[in-house]
Each structure stands twice: as C-alpha cells, then as structure tokens.
Nanobody, 118 residues
Framework: QVQLVESGGGLVQAGGSLRLSCTAS????????LGWFRQVPGKEREFLAH????????YYGDSARGRFTISRDNAKNMVYLQMNSLKPEDTAVYYCAAQAASGSWIYWGQGTQVTVSS
C-alpha cells in the first residue's frame, strides 16, 4: 500500500506559477510510475503528466504540455508538478497517482485545490 499526500495548492493570479508536491508513504522507486491529474466538479478526471520510475521520458496531456513540468526525487519519495503561465481554466483539484507495471493507476492522493483568478 502506498499513501500519497499532495501539497502546494492555493490561490494564484493568472499568469503566475505554482509547484505542487506529492509525498509517498514509502519507497516508490523501482516500482511505480507517478503522475498528476486534475478534476473539475462535474467533469471527468483529466490526465496531466506522467514520469517513469527512473525519472525519464515524461509525457504530458494536452492541457499541460508546454506549461507544466513533472519531476520526481526517488530519494525523498516525492513527485512534483511545476505549473507556469496559469490560466483561470486551470482551476481544479489536482491529484497525484502511482501507476503499477500493468499500467493501472492504483494509488491516489486526496487532492489539493488550485484556484487561478483572472
């Protein structure tokens, strides 16, 4: 079992930046890919970014590409999402998740609210 806890959300003006962090309860290196998603009430959860267990080959969803950067620090059991040039439409609850070798996202954090004001 892996517990994930997000932090770093908050209120930011449009054009600003935030860095989200996610701490895993135990070692996630050599086992899990890690990723970020977001969800707006009434809409499906949206994929943002994924990074492999060794920290290479990140890939991004359309909304994140070019503005968001995912990274991980296996020594600290953490994954980050650097978000730049934020827009009001980025307002959502942001979740980190761990992906098993099968490709299934099997562990989820509780989420952190990001609000971007215009």
């Amino acid at each position: 079992q892996v517990q994930l806890v997000e932090s770093g959300g908050g209120l930011v003006q449009a054009g600003g930046s935030l860095r989200l962090s996610c701490t895993a309860s135990r070692r996630t290196s050599n086992n899990y890919g890690l990723g970020w998603f977001r969800q707006v009430p009434g809409k499906e959860r949206e994929f943002l970014a994924h990074i492999s267990w060794i920290g290479d080959s990140p890939y991004y969803g359309d909304s994140a590409r070019g503005r968001f950067t995912i990274s991980r620090d296996n020594a600290k059991n953490m994954v980050y999402l650097q978000m730049n040039s934020l827009k009001p439409e980025d307002t959502a609850v942001y979740y980190c998740a761990a992906q098993a070798a099968s490709g299934s996202w099997i562990y989820w954090g509780q989420g952190t609210q990001v609000t971007v004001s215009s």
